[in-house]
């Protein structure tokens, strides 16, 4: 399995970002899909999920700024962030898991499978 996240970068508060995390090696539909991130001396937090189903889980920090989206077809999800804060600066890190309870969505422990990481940069 590998799961390969692009599209980070510096970008001004306001501003926004479309992050992508393409899988392969796993049957893509069938999986929860997860964004994490972690900034510089702090825990890797979760910032937005989505089921297989197609229903999404966010962050009460990211909630109405930021969506969840997959193309199973291009077995792609999709992290648009909008109305950054120098807040959100961090690495963003894509997961992905099979067997999770949506309790446990949120926890970094819950996925087997995770991308290398695209940095995003909000200056102020």
């Known amino acids: 399995v590998q799961l390969q996240a692009s599209g980070g970068g510096l970008v001004q508060a306001g501003g926004s970002l479309r992050l992508s995390c393409v899988a392969s090696?796993?049957?893509?539909?069938?999986?929860?899909l997860t964004w994490f991130r972690q900034a510089p001396g702090k825990e890797r937090v979760f910032v937005s999920a989505?089921?297989?189903?197609?229903?999404?889980f966010y962050a009460d920090s990211v909630k109405g700024r930021f969506t969840i989206s997959r193309d199973n077809a291009k077995n792609t999800v999709y992290l648009r962030m909008n109305s950054l804060k120098p807040e959100d600066t961090a690495v963003y890190f894509c997961?992905?898991?099979?067997?999770?309870?949506?309790?446990?969505?949120?926890?970094?422990?819950?996925?087997?499978?995770w991308g290398q990481g695209t940095l995003v940069t909000v200056s102020s």
């Open positions: 989505i089921k297989w189903n197609g229903t999404p």
């Open positions: 090696g796993l049957s893509f539909s069938r999986y929860y």
């Open positions: 997961a992905a898991d099979r067997q999770i309870i949506n309790s446990a969505v949120s926890r970094p422990d819950s996925y087997a499978y």
